[in-house]
């Protein structure tokens, strides 16, 4: 990936950590995309064979696809976009907030 594309995958990771940016799921279970105001990205994982997979996609204004990544798991950047999707996964289903209120209920 050039640096471009590194950079682009660090801010979403900072933005979406910080709550600044809100992803939806798409009709693939492991599947998520935001929606900005000069384009979409989207983030995919799955295992093929017994080999996991990790995707990043760009979309234009439009909607068309401009840019498409995929990776193996022992990839160089596989890691990064793990990072991504484990963000991502943890900020969509809430599970911060959801721990954070059962530890509120159990120890206050």
Do not use: C, P
Not at 19 to 26: A, F, L, V
Not at 28 to 45: Q, W
Not at 78 to 101: M, N, P
């Amino acid at each position: 990936m050039n640096e471009k594309i590194i950079q682009l995958i660090n801010s979403l990771i900072l933005k979406t950590d910080q709550s600044q940016i809100g992803w939806q799921r798409t009709s693939r279970s492991n599947e998520f995309k935001v929606n900005l105001s000069n384009g979409a990205v989207s983030t995919d994982r799955w295992v093929d064979n017994g080999i996991e997979y990790l995707d990043f996609r760009v979309f234009n204004n439009v909607g068309e696809e401009i840019g498409s990544w995929q990776f193996k798991f022992n990839d160089a950047d596989f890691a990064l976009l793990l990072s991504l999707h484990s963000t991502v996964l943890r900020k969509y289903l809430k599970i911060d907030e959801t721990i954070d209120g059962m530890l509120g209920e159990l120890l206050f």
